[in-house]
């Protein structure tokens, strides 16, 4: 069964910081690794997606890495912002077209 | 382009009675999944709808339930409400079935049972 974990639960960063959000998942047989933002309640924002095929996606100031064989992504942010505030989930998608979410990350970036 | 609407927003019912939710995906897209988000179970997959068929199913009872139209537009459907199904209920769509294809997210309809 797949399990997504995301560590660590929580993070405080003053800004302009660079900072690494960590996802892992126990079945690397995925098809691919979404990347998501939530406000305090409100929808996801899709940030990145990536195929299983790939190793990294880049947005702006966001990079998200995925290693297959590791069962492991990673979401970096460059020159953290306030408005960067928010909660980061990742989530993968398994055979039969499931996707799989992972508890997130709380992000506070202090100004 | 327009997003992904759910409509009602917000909705407070009492347990045992029953509840319609909406969404609309964008225009074009074809898929449309819907989930459930509990502080203590986070974001859980109930079901997937594919040209007007339900293509998969997460592990929920069979209250829940739901349907697509053929203009893809998609409702679901919780009967004899219990506390617990008190959640944020999210929709999202994509262009086609499978994972080549990005969902996009709705705001959500908060629901509360009392």
């Known amino acids: 069964k797949q399990e997504v974990t995301q560590i660590p639960a929580a993070l405080s960063v003053p800004e302009g910081e660079n900072l690494v959000l960590n996802c892992s998942f126990t079945?690397?047989?995925?098809?691919?690794l979404q990347w998501f933002r939530q406000d305090p309640g409100k929808g996801l924002t899709s940030l990145l997606l990536i195929q299983s095929s790939q190793r990294e996606q880049t947005s702006g100031r966001l990079n998200a890495s995925l290693d297959k064989s590791s069962g492991r992504s990673t979401l970096y942010i460059a020159a953290s912002q306030p408005g960067d505030s928010a909660t980061y989930l990742c989530?993968?998608?398994?055979?039969?077209?499931?996707?799989?979410f992972g508890a997130g990350t709380r992000l506070f970036v202090k100004a | 382009k327009a997003g992904v609407t759910q409509t009602p927003r917000y909705l407070i019912k009492t347990r045992g009675q029953q509840v319609t939710l909406s969404c609309s995906p964008i225009?074009?897209?074809?898929?449309v999944s819907w989930y459930q988000q509990t502080p203590g179970q986070g974001l859980q997959f109930l079901f997937e709808y594919f040209s007007e068929t339900q293509r998969n199913k997460g592990n929920f009872p069979g209250r829940f339930s739901g349907r697509q139209f053929s203009n893809s537009r998609s409702e679901m459907n919780v009967s004899t409400l219990e506390l617990g199904d008190s959640a944020l209920y999210l929709c999202a769509s994509s262009l086609a079935l499978g994972p080549a294809y990005e969902q996009y997210f709705g705001p959500g309809t908060r629901l509360t049972v009392t």
């Open positions: 079945d690397s047989a995925i098809y691919n």
């Open positions: 225009s074009g897209h074809r898929s």
């Open positions: 989530a993968v998608n398994t055979g039969g077209f499931k996707t799989i």
